[in-house]
């Protein structure tokens, strides 16, 4: 079965540098949600996007973006990176589930970030 | 906004040993999904088990079965007859359920659990 695709795996950057990670979600999924996963720590909710625009929002720094396209992928924009930035980020994705409902979030394998 | 807690940093049990991790949580919700979340060290996070708040009976997925106490905001996972591969962090969930439909809310976690099976 497809999973949810998430680009580049790896990614190295220098503080104040820019970095975009990329979100496939499962075929047919139109929500996607934004983890992020210091070292040691419980995953972190960034921001979730339904159906291209932005659903809920949790502790996204300013300094972040992020945004859903036409073909439900996404990417989740980051500037002025400082060394705390430094984590595994999770992009999740979900087919909505209507009303009093609450489908499965299903996680990609992340993307490791290093701020030098 | 809702907090989940996890009091076991560290459990260590012996191969084919019932293992049980606590979770406890606070909300003002009355409709949420208790989740727990397996991370082995390939850091993919890997449903185990998920309970709906409405459902009095607990939810069971073969080895893996949940504790529910609702009025005591309490979530527990027991695990039978471990194994080495359950090795891994757990973490317990929250998620609440969006009454007006259009997508959900991102979960909330606590700070996990780290479970060594040893042989």
């Known amino acids: 079965a497809a999973g949810v695709i998430q680009s580049p795996r790896h990614l190295i950057k220098e503080k104040r540098e820019t970095a975009t990670l990329k979100c496939y979600p499962i075929?047919?999924?139109?929500?996607v949600y934004w983890y992020q996963q210091g070292p040691g720590q419980d995953p972190q909710f960034l921001i979730s996007?339904?159906?291209?625009?932005?659903?809920d929002k949790g502790s996204i720094p300013d300094r972040f973006s992020a945004q859903q396209f036409s073909d439900y992928h996404s990417e989740l924009n980051m500037s002025s990176l400082e060394l705390g930035d430094s984590a595994l980020y999770f992009c999740?994705?979900?087919?909505?589930?209507?009303?009093?409902?609450?489908?499965?979030?299903?996680f990609g394998p992340g993307t490791r970030l290093t701020v030098l | 906004a809702q907090t989940v807690t996890q009091s076991q940093p560290e459990m260590s049990v012996q191969e084919a040993e019932t293992v049980t991790l606590s979770c406890t949580y606070d909300?003002?919700?009355?409709?949420?999904?208790l989740f727990w979340y397996k991370q082995p060290p390939s850091r993919q996070m890997i449903l185990v088990i998920r309970?709906?708040?409405?459902?009095?009976q607990n939810a069971t997925e073969n080895r893996f079965s949940v504790n529910f106490q609702k009025a005591a905001k309490s979530f527990s996972l027991k695990i039978s007859d471990s194994q080495l591969g359950d090795t891994a962090m757990y973490f317990c969930?929250?998620?609440?359920?969006?009454?007006?439909?259009?997508?959900?809310?991102?979960?909330?976690f606590g700070k996990g659990t780290h479970l060594i099976i040893q042989p």
């Open positions: 909300t003002s919700e009355n409709n949420y999904y």
């Open positions: 996007f339904y159906e291209k625009m932005q659903s």
């Open positions: 999740a994705s979900s087919s909505e589930g209507g009303l009093n409902s609450y489908n499965e979030q299903f």
């Open positions: 969930a929250f998620g609440a359920i969006m009454y007006s439909g259009g997508g959900a809310d991102g979960l909330t």
């Open positions: 075929p047919r999924h139109d929500t």
């Open positions: 309970q709906e708040a409405y459902k009095q």
